[in-house]
């Protein structure tokens, strides 16, 4: 049981804008920034989106973040069939001294 | 470029003892935590604790605190995850990764070990 909530699958066809949820609590979302992280088949997680809404140089802009409250939203516009992988919340969670909570990742489809 | 080079897979047997590393290279290794990451087949990434290279201060998380070891040889920019003894549960890919400036997250991880405990 993951202390973030995400969904576990989305989908969308080429072109298509996507969104993945991440849902907290005060102890972590609430408090702290997210982070996002992009876990391509096979391959080590990446980091897509820092501090709620930054982007590292290299990622595209179609990758976007925000947050509101204890929830968290990934968009990826203008989907490309790369862009299927599994993707990763996080925040400190104040809980605990030194914790993250991870959500429990979603695997995007790119159909 | 910063880099985090992990080992080659493991296989061990229920019982044994095992440490892996994880070397740090491109950046200032004291001035980064260090922390570790599981994930099991086919599930999600669960944070295993961190470790503060410069004084080897380490947090675990609750899950696994008492069961595996984090440590550092800063002397060779080398940090570690250590079993005393594994089990078949703990069959599993690790990553190390690196924590950004002040509060920050996760912003480079190592390209993983995984670790198979079979009789």
């Known amino acids: 049981q993951s202390v973030l909530t995400q969904p576990p699958s989305a989908s969308g066809t080429p072109g298509q804008r996507v969104t993945i949820s991440c849902s907290g609590s005060s102890s972590n979302i609430g408090t702290n920034f997210v982070y996002w992280y992009q876990q391509l088949p096979g391959t080590a997680p990446k980091l897509l989106i820092y501090r709620n809404n930054q982007r590292p140089s290299g990622v595209p802009d179609r990758f976007s973040g925000s947050k509101s409250g204890t929830s968290a939203s990934l968009a990826i516009s203008g989907l490309r069939s790369e862009d299927e992988a599994d993707y990763y919340c996080a925040a400190w969670d104040d809980s605990l001294r030194g914790f993250v909570a991870f959500g429990g990742g979603t695997k995007l489809t790119v159909l | 470029e910063v880099q985090l080079v992990q080992s080659g897979a493991e296989v061990k047997k229920p019982g044994e003892s095992l440490r892996i590393p994880c070397k740090g290279s491109?950046?200032?290794?004291?001035?980064?935590?260090i922390s570790w990451v599981r994930q099991m087949p086919g599930k999600g990434l669960e944070w295993m604790g961190r470790?503060?290279?410069?004084?080897?201060?380490?947090d675990y998380s609750p899950s696994f605190q008492g069961h595996v070891t984090i440590s550092i040889d800063k002397s060779i920019s080398t940090a570690y995850l250590q079993w005393s003894s594994l089990k078949a549960s703990d069959t599993a890919m690790y990553y190390c990764?690196?924590?950004?400036?002040?509060?920050?997250?996760?912003?480079?991880w190592g390209q993983g070990t995984l670790v198979t405990v079979s009789s």
């Open positions: 990764a690196r924590l950004g400036d002040g509060y920050s997250l996760v912003d480079y």
């Open positions: 491109g950046y200032s290794f004291t001035s980064y935590w």
């Open positions: 470790i503060d290279p410069s004084d080897s201060y380490t």
